[in-house]
Each structure stands twice: as structure tokens, then as C-alpha cells.
């Protein structure tokens, strides 16, 4: 058997961020080789994700990073099964490791990002799984999303809990803080959309055969039913696309006249919004 030094378990946890014991265990077994070791407990990792697979991860990190060019967007959403591991510093920064990959790569979907090489030892999906074994609970990158525009402007909600893009037609350092505040607006409102004409005609014709339906069980004539059910749809539009959202700042204003206030031409052509739990 190899005689392993202090110093090596204390290496192989650097690199790897696993427990001391496991560290030593792992390069026992591994009469010593580094990589051996790792691979080692990247199994481990495996196994562990495999029994944990069924078990709840509704806790984590939501991240929303930008370029500096401001052209680009990523959120990424790392979840684990407690709170105690996603306010851990490490869990934090794996994150908003798994965040720069992603921007830096702008991969189109989330499996193209867990492919993506994360080390020269270790893909992203590596990387996550061996720490299944590392942290001992079940962890997944679970969402992603990307967003391009002229002006990407970035939002993330009280302790890691929410992350929100918003994309402006136009750019300015003027509009920085218009971005955010409507980013804002999307983490406290949960729009479905941007405006009407981003709603699918299947969502609208759902929502006129609902309203028609309760019209009637009110006792409304049936002659007086579609016009009752589109004055429900005019309500629908103004609580659930963006720009007709009444201003959480400014109750007097909805979104796209507080847009039209900063510059008679802003306004958002698209927004990405990633919650916890969902």
C-alpha cells in the first residue's frame, strides 16, 4: 500500500473540494495517482446522484450574469436539496462558475451547456455529479437560459432566489437603470409575455371560452357573452404581458409608458425570468 502524506489529502481536497477521509480513502485506492483519485470520487459522485435521483432539489442558486458589452445574457439555476448548502460560499461560486462558462459559450440549451468542458479534467455534467458525492446531497443545473438584444440589462432577486433578463431595443448607459427596473418588474409580476401580440391564439381563444363560461354561470344573456368575455381577455392582457403591467414604481404608469418616459423609442423586445422551485 502507498504511504499518503497529510499533504496529499490536502491537495486532493483543494482540487476537488471533497472530505478529508474520502480524499484519503480515494488515493489509497489509488495507490497514490492524483487523477486515479479524482476519477475515484467522481464515481462516488455517481453513485450517490443515482440513489438521490429521486429525491427534491427545490433549493440553490439562480445567477443572471451579462457581458460587458452588454449584448448578451445567461441565467443558470444550480439547485440542491437545502438552504444550508446554497448559502455556502463554494456552492455560490460553482455557480457563478458554471454562469462565466456559459456566457463566455452561449450555448443554445442547457444540455449543449452541461457538455461544455468545465476543466481540462471534467465536463460541466462532471463536474456537477462529482459533487453529488462531494456535498452528499442531490444537485442538478437545472435551468438555463440565454438572451440577446441591443441592450441586455440583468436582475437577481434577495438571496440567489430569482434571476431575471430583459432585453432593450436600443443602447445607452442612460438605460441601465431602465432595464433593471423592468427586470424588476418581471421577478415581482411574472409576465407570461412582452406585449398581446406575443401571446400564442391558442392561449387567447382558451382565455375567451373561459371567460364566456363564467359570464354564463352568472346568469349573463348568451347574446351578451362575447363581449363580456373579451373585456376579461383586455384584463388578462394588462395583468400578464409586460409593457401593459401596471408600474410596480409608479402605480400610475404601466410599463411602456414609464419606458416611453426615459425615451420616446425604448421598449423591451424580450425578457428570460428563472425562479427557484420551478
Known sequence: MS???????????EMSG????????????AAGDFEKAIEILRKKGQKLSAKRADREAKEGVVLAVVSDDKKR????????????VSKN???????EGFAKI???????????????AYNDDASVREKVTEQVGVI???IELSAYERLEAEQVASYIHMGNKAGVLV?????GNGFEQAGRDVAMQVAAMRPVAVDKANIEQTVIEKEIEIGKEQARLDGKPEAMLEKIAKGKLSKFFKENTLLNQQFVKDGKK????YLAGVDNHLTVTGFKHIELGK
Open 73 to 84: 445574457g445567461v441565467i443558470v439555476r444550480l439547485s440542491c436539496e437545502t438552504d444550508f
Open 89 to 95: 460560499k463554494d456552492f455560490i461560486e460553482l455557480t
Open 3 to 13: 504511504k499518503i502524506s497529510a499533504a496529499d489529502v490536502k491537495k486532493l481536497r
Open 102 to 116: 456559459a456566457l463566455h459559450n452561449f450555448p443554445a440549451n442547457k444540455e449543449e451547456l452541461l457538455n461544455l
Open 254 to 257: 404601466s410599463v411602456r409608458d
Open 18 to 29: 471533497a472530505g478529508m477521509m474520502d480524499c484519503k480513502k480515494a488515493l489509497v485506492e
Open 167 to 171: 432585453g432593450l431595443n436600443k443602447t
Open 136 to 138: 452528499g446531497e442531490k
